[in-house]
Every structure is written in C-alpha cells, then in structure tokens.
C-alpha cells in the first residue's frame, strides 16, 4: 500500500542553524500539507501546495520558513534560522484533489537545543 | 475563524464500556467534520468522516448541527481502542482549499 514518505524522522539541531525537512506524497496526489505539532497540541496548518503552486502559506513564518514543490511532486520544509519554540513534529499529508481523506507520513520529530 | 474544542484530555475507561469522545465546533457554515486517530507508534489516519455515515471499527460519530458537535461513540471499548483521537473540521466550501483545523486531542486509555 503506498504510503507518504518524509525524512529524516528525528533532527536535532542547534538554535540559529539551518534545518531541512523532506515528504514523498502518495504518487497522483496533488495536494501536499505541511503541518507543525507541538507536544500536546493537534496539527496546525503550516502551508498547502496544489501541484507546484501555494494555496494557502497564511500560517507560515515567513521570516525564517519557507516550503517549495518545485515539480509538483516531492516538497522540502526549510527552518533558517531555527529557534528554540520550533521544537516539534512536522508532518506531511498528502490527498488527491477529488477526497478529503488525507494520508499522513510519519512525521519529523525536531529538537532545537 | 473555525475552531475545534475537545473538552477532554484524558479519557480512561474500563473493557466492555461505553466511550464517547467529545468534540465541539465553531464555524459560520456547515462544515465537514472528521475523526482521526494515532495509535502508538503509528502515522495519524482517518478514522471516520460525518459525510459517510459509516461505523467503522465500531465507532460512530453523528453531525448535530443545533449543539455544534461531532461526538464519536462506541458502546463497548476495546483494549485495541487505546489511542489518541483527533476531531477535525474542514469548511464545507471545499474546492481545492481542503484545509483541517484539529482539536488538541483526547488519549483514551482503555484498561482490561
């Protein structure tokens, strides 16, 4: 059964450093979600990809995230620089345009010491 | 703005009970609502969504739009329920803005 892929699934990292998170959506799903989980807290929308394109980035810290899809298919999450609230786990989710269902990877669980 | 609330952080309860799991909303319009479900150590997925009407693994959930709440029941746990429970809502609107807004979680512990 195909699954969503994300790597690496722990990161730990210092504070001000540069940190990068990786998804493989569910091959034919063009809608990709990154959301951040903080210990405690459900999902929280981060940024929506329609194929290559940003729907929503609303929630994004823009000053030091920043998300791309260059083909419309794999997606990277980047943190620069990171900083100590940001420890949480990222999550990727992917769905095909037509179903609501999304479909969850494993996640990346970040510590920012 | 939509909001997902569940009241309970903790729910314990005893094989061969009943379980419900509250979940209230606020959204101007009628949304979609959905229950997800992580069991330990595995990926956070979909349990059941108000739009099937399904029971699945014995649950059921019912959209009651007067009180603005999506409870999910089970008239008998089981060990195996053991797991965290997520309600989630999507606006009603869809198209391709298929946007969830979580609840902060209930663990229900199942004790034999």
Known sequence: ???V??????KITEKSQAVAFWCD???GHATLYWYRQILGQGPELLVQFQDESVVDDSQLPKDRFSAERLKGV???LKIQPAELGDSAMYLCATTQGSNNEQFFGPGTRLTVL | AQRVTQPEKLLSVFKGAPVELKCNYSYSGSPELFWYVQYSRQRLQLLLRHISRESIKG???DLNKGETSFHLKKPFAQEEDSAMYYCALM???GGSNYKLTFGKGTLLTVNP
């Open chain 2, 59 to 61: 649950f059921t959930a």
């Open chain 1, 5 to 10: 892929a994300q790597s690496p699934r722990y």
């Open chain 1, 74 to 76: 794999d997606s990277t």
């Open chain 1, 25 to 27: 959506p569910i091959s």
């Open chain 1, 1 to 3: 059964e195909a699954e």
């Open chain 2, 91 to 93: 606006p009603g609107s």
